[in-house]
């Protein structure tokens, strides 16, 4: 019988902001705890939240393997990485009195506006060892502003937004930042007439195109790419991965749910525009006599599954303003878009600014993103870059394309 075990520990520190001020920190410390043991090709699954003792985990574990559920024992051998990708952000105990010191100054700056929702500070490390010799650990640390704003003369629930996950921590800019939404809150301007590129969020837009990219759903034959694989589906700038090297993606740790590792720290689904690999778990990489993606993922004491963590899209430029030179659309927010059969996408937009020569110059009206999965990311696909627009917010990679943009 072989086994294999995996930790997560986190601590979150999160504060509420109401009405500008900071309110009610709440400190949370979780650890779970998974067992899987693999007998005569079956797989036996036991978790627990806390610490239970692993002899006991096992052993209902092993009461488990009487499920019957088939899966393939692959065990990583004989390999030992440990890495920390942790950043110094703040103290723990100075982060009520830094986010109060950040909502006053908020307050005073901006005193037409009221500033409510979340700031946490967080840290995560998770541990995997197998009965193979296998001993991985990773620990990775996140600050996060999520930050709803009303102007004190609108009637709305909100108006605008500010969000960032971060490894650092930086008043001034978080506060110069907000200082460029609020000065262009009240620039209204129409849904331009001409076509301009887009400029949305890679975790926005990269979901509808992975979604054909799962194993199992390929090979089913049914999907938008079916009998296509390793043909040049994208445009050439296109680079679709999963990219989980240490320091370079927050909490996620450079193994998956299945202590895979993949050479680089990535997976390429799209490379240079070729579809190139599929999303597989170890059950359905047997089965269909593919390559482990190293995306493996579980829910607590589920059976593993092929997931998509870590995903991201290769850099074309090195910053934002590289691409777009004049005139784009920003799209801040979107809200429960989807994609029909034929691939066509549908995204309402709920936020968006006009961008001009790398600032953002006034607010649009809501409406709504249209256009086929083959030319976002094909023909009309123009490049990835970190957001330059802000300081502090969202340095996530954006992707910048064309839609047909239509009114609500």
Same mark, same amino acid.
């Given at each position: 019988?072989?086994?294999?075990?995996?930790?997560?520990?986190?601590?979150?520190?999160?504060?509420?902001?109401?009405?500008?001020?900071?309110?009610?920190?709440?400190?949370?410390?979780?650890?779970?705890?998974?067992?899987?043991?693999?007998?005569?090709?079956?797989?036996?699954?036991?978790?627990?939240?806390?610490?239970?003792?692993?002899?006991?985990?096992?052993?209902?574990?092993?009461?488990?393997?009487?499920?019957?559920?088939?899966?393939?024992?692959?065990?990583?051998?004989?390999?030992?990485?440990?890495?920390?990708?942790?950043?110094?952000?703040?103290?723990?105990?100075?982060?009520?009195?830094?986010?109060?010191?950040?909502?006053?100054?908020?307050?005073?700056?901006?005193?037409?506006?009221?500033?409510?929702?979340?700031?946490?500070?967080?840290?995560?490390?998770?541990?995997?060892?197998?009965?193979?010799?296998?001993?991985?650990?990773?620990?990775?640390?996140?600050?996060?502003?999520?930050?709803?704003?009303?102007?004190?003369?609108?009637?709305?629930?909100?108006?605008?937004?500010?969000?960032?996950?971060?490894?650092?921590?930086?008043?001034?800019?978080?506060?110069?930042?907000?200082?460029?939404?609020?000065?262009?809150?009240?620039?209204?301007?129409?849904?331009?007439?001409?076509?301009?590129?887009?400029?949305?969020?890679?975790?926005?837009?990269?979901?509808?195109? !992975?979604?054909?990219?799962?194993?199992?759903? $390929?090979?089913?034959?049914? #999907?938008? &790419?079916? *009998?296509? %694989?390793? =043909?040049?589906?994208?445009?050439?700038?296109?680079?679709?991965?999963?990219?989980?090297?240490?320091?370079?993606?927050?909490?996620?740790?450079?193994?998956?749910?299945?202590?895979?590792?993949?050479?680089?720290?990535?997976?390429?689904?799209?490379?240079?525009?070729?579809?190139?690999?599929?999303?597989?778990?170890?059950?359905?990489?047997?089965?269909?006599?593919?390559?482990?993606?190293?995306?493996?993922?579980?829910?607590?004491?589920?059976?593993?599954?092929?997931?998509?963590?870590?995903?991201?899209?290769?850099?074309?430029?090195?910053?934002?303003?590289?691409?777009?030179?004049?005139?784009?659309?920003?799209?801040?927010?979107?809200?429960?878009?989807?994609?029909?059969?034929?691939?066509? !996408?549908?995204?309402?937009?709920?936020?968006? $600014?006009?961008?001009?020569? #790398?600032? &953002?110059? *006034?607010? %649009?009206? =809501?409406?709504?993103?249209?256009?086929?999965?083959?030319?976002?990311?094909?023909?009309?696909?123009?490049?990835?870059?970190?957001?330059?627009?802000?300081?502090?917010?969202?340095?996530?990679?954006?992707?910048?394309?064309?839609?047909?943009?239509?009114?609500?």
């Amino acid at each position: 019988m072989e086994r294999e075990r995996i930790i997560t520990r986190s601590t979150t520190y999160s504060c509420n902001l109401a009405a500008s001020r900071a309110e009610s920190l709440r400190i949370n410390e979780d650890m779970e705890k998974v067992v899987r043991v693999y007998e005569g090709g079956k797989i036996g699954v036991a978790a627990c939240v806390g610490d239970e003792a692993d002899e006991t985990l096992t052993e209902r574990a092993k009461n488990a393997l009487g499920q019957g559920i088939p899966y393939p024992c692959s065990l990583t051998e004989h390999s030992v990485r440990h890495e920390d990708g942790r950043a110094p952000i703040l103290e723990p105990k100075d982060f009520l009195k830094t986010v109060s010191r950040l909502a006053e100054r908020l307050n005073k700056a901006y005193p037409d506006f009221i500033f409510s929702n979340k700031v946490m500070l967080g840290e995560e490390e998770t541990f995997y060892t197998n009965s193979r010799g296998t001993d991985f650990s990773y620990r990775g640390n996140y600050f996060v502003l999520d930050i709803v704003i009303k102007a004190k003369s609108s009637a709305n629930i909100m108006d605008l937004y500010y969000g960032a996950m971060q490894s650092y921590y930086d008043e001034d800019a978080i506060v110069e930042d907000i200082g460029k939404l609020l000065s262009v809150y009240n620039k209204k301007l129409p849904l331009p007439e001409e076509e301009l590129p887009v400029i949305i969020s890679v975790q926005e837009a990269a979901p509808y195109a !992975l979604r054909e990219m799962a194993a199992e759903g $390929y090979m089913s034959g049914t #999907g938008l &790419l079916k *009998g296509r %694989l390793g =043909e040049k589906v994208f445009n050439e700038k296109f680079s679709l991965l999963t990219d989980r090297a240490p320091r370079n993606r927050g909490c996620y740790p450079f193994f998956d749910a299945e202590g895979t590792v993949k050479e680089g720290d990535k997976f390429y689904f799209v490379k240079e525009g070729v579809f190139e690999g599929l999303a597989t778990c170890k059950r359905t990489a047997q089965q269909f006599s593919l390559p482990l993606s190293g995306t493996a993922a579980s829910s607590f004491d589920s059976v593993p599954a092929a997931g998509f963590g870590g995903v991201t899209v290769a850099n074309t430029h090195a910053k934002l303003s590289d691409i777009v030179k004049g005139k784009a659309v920003y799209v801040a927010v979107t809200s429960g878009g989807d994609m029909t059969p034929d691939g066509t !996408l549908g995204l309402p937009v709920m936020l968006a $600014y006009l961008y001009e020569d #790398g600032k &953002l110059v *006034g607010a %649009l009206p =809501e409406f709504s993103l249209s256009g086929s999965l083959f030319d976002v990311f094909g023909k009309d696909f123009m490049g990835a870059a970190e957001n330059d627009i802000f300081s502090f917010a969202d340095k996530e990679k954006v992707l910048v394309t064309k839609f047909r943009l239509n009114r609500a």
